[in-house]
């Protein structure tokens, strides 16, 4: 743990200038960029049938409630002229890399967190431009010349303040958390806007009396970690605009994984199990491409009510889709018979001990399995 000196130094802003980039509707706004007669309309990306969810929604679609990991069924109901479209990931992919080589202009140290999203430290810069705003002005100019797409931007002293701040302006801005106004900012703040607060943390906090920045200020370090273990530190800290989090450039890739979601509940161990094959081969062909060897598998089910569970198991290295699929189908089997029917099922590896190039932590393999996020 740093000094109280040295935390007033991180307070103050410790010198370090941060950027987050996150592109507004991404693949929503590539297909609308493709297909003009999208424009201005309300889109989804993702699977239209009862089974599908959305990926992404447009800022037309936005405006009836339609988000990200919505089931498509429900996103129809809010906007009844919804029209979806199938993701092309490959384009999507394309387009990200032609956004990192813009990154790679200004900065070395980039931490890319999906296929639309990047933290930059700019603190040292290539063009040698003193002043980090600029810099992010220049690098959402570029991204439209370039691509024709709109890019948000937050700047900030650390990583926690610059994704807060990357929110306040979309689509299409920027906004700037300087040291001065840093912890009061995020003193007013409702914990459920923190960025890794997600509902049920944000509900056990308001069960505490936590429901602000300034609720959260006020408990102790003891409290903090005694409530919320390893991670009530790290609140404790951003609560004072603390976040002491290198930008990571050839970040260690966590884990891979795909699923998918049945058009019909299955409760049957041989027709999941045949479910189950494809993604494993799936996750296998990323492992072999990159040279990744996980020691982890995990098990992902979601039941006919949306419970969802995951089982892991962890063993010597995972050296081949055979070692995947009998760890796989082993976990399947200690859930048979199911409690209920299963309506989304998955696998992922972990514990990887290469870096590994891509940054997706999801493969796509049909229309409603690939990571959801907005």
């Given at each position: 743990m740093r000094s109280s000196d040295q935390n007033q130094n991180v307070v103050e802003g410790d010198g370090r200038k941060i950027i987050h980039i996150d592109m507004?509707?991404?693949?929503?706004?590539?297909?609308?960029?493709d297909n003009p007669d999208l424009r201005g309309k309300p889109v989804a990306v993702g699977g239209s049938?009862?089974?599908?969810?959305?990926?992404?929604?447009?800022?037309?679609?936005?405006?009836?409630?339609?988000?990200?990991?919505?089931?498509?069924?429900?996103?129809?109901?809010?906007?009844?002229?919804?029209?979806?479209?199938?993701?092309?990931?490959?384009?999507?992919?394309e387009i990200s890399r032609q956004i990192r080589a813009i990154f790679a202009e200004h900065t070395e140290i980039i931490e890319p967190l999906s296929l639309d999203e990047a933290y930059l430290d700019v603190t040292e810069n290539i063009q040698g431009i003193p002043i980090a705003t600029e810099i992010a002005t220049m690098i959402r100019a570029k991204?439209?010349?370039?691509?024709?797409?709109?890019?948000?931007?937050?700047?900030?002293?650390?990583?926690?303040?610059?994704?807060?701040?990357?929110?306040?302006?979309?689509?299409?801005?920027?906004?700037?958390?300087?040291?001065?106004?840093?912890?009061?900012?995020?003193?007013?703040?409702?914990?459920?806007?923190?960025?890794?607060?997600?509902?049920?943390?944000?509900?056990?906090?308001n069960s505490l009396g936590i429901f602000t920045g300034m609720d959260?200020?006020?408990?102790?370090?003891?409290?903090?970690?005694?409530?919320?273990?390893?991670?009530?530190?790290?609140?404790?800290?951003?609560?004072r605009g603390i976040d002491n989090r290198p930008v990571r450039a050839n970040r260690i890739r966590k884990s891979v994984g795909a699923e998918t979601t049945f058009s019909q509940d299955l409760a049957d161990y041989e027709a999941l199990a045949a479910e189950l094959q494809p993604l494993i081969e799936k996750v296998w062909r990323h492992c072999e491409t990159t040279g990744a060897r996980g020691r982890t598998a995990t098990l992902k089910v979601k039941f006919s009510d949306f419970e969802l569970i995951t089982r892991s198991r962890s063993t010597g290295l995972i050296d081949s889709t055979g070692d995947l699929s009998r760890l796989a189908l082993e976990l399947l089997k200690q859930l048979m018979p199911p409690r209920k029917a299963i309506r989304l099922i998955?696998?992922?590896?972990?514990?990887?001990?290469?870096?590994?190039?891509?940054?997706?932590?999801?493969?796509?393999?049909?229309?409603?399995?690939?990571?959801?996020?907005?």
């Open positions: 507004d509707a991404f693949y929503a706004s590539v297909e609308q960029r049938r009862g089974r599908g969810v959305v990926a992404a929604a447009s800022y037309e679609a936005r405006k009836f409630g339609v988000r990200s990991a919505m089931p498509s069924v429900t996103a129809k109901r809010q906007c009844p002229d919804l029209i979806f479209v199938k993701p092309r990931f490959e384009v999507y992919k991204i439209l010349s370039e691509t024709g797409l709109t890019a948000s931007a937050g700047i900030s002293y650390n990583k926690f303040l610059a994704k807060l701040a990357s929110d306040q302006r979309k689509p299409n801005g920027q906004f700037v958390i300087t040291p001065k106004i840093g912890p009061t900012f995020v003193q007013e703040l409702a914990v459920g806007k923190f960025h890794g607060i997600g509902p049920a943390t944000s509900a056990k906090m959260m200020r006020n408990q102790t370090l003891e409290f903090m970690t005694t409530n919320f273990g390893k991670a009530g530190v790290h609140y404790y800290w951003i609560s998955g696998i992922a590896v972990s514990g990887f001990g290469v870096h590994d190039p891509e940054d997706e932590q999801q493969l796509p393999l049909t229309l409603d399995a690939f990571s959801v996020r907005g």
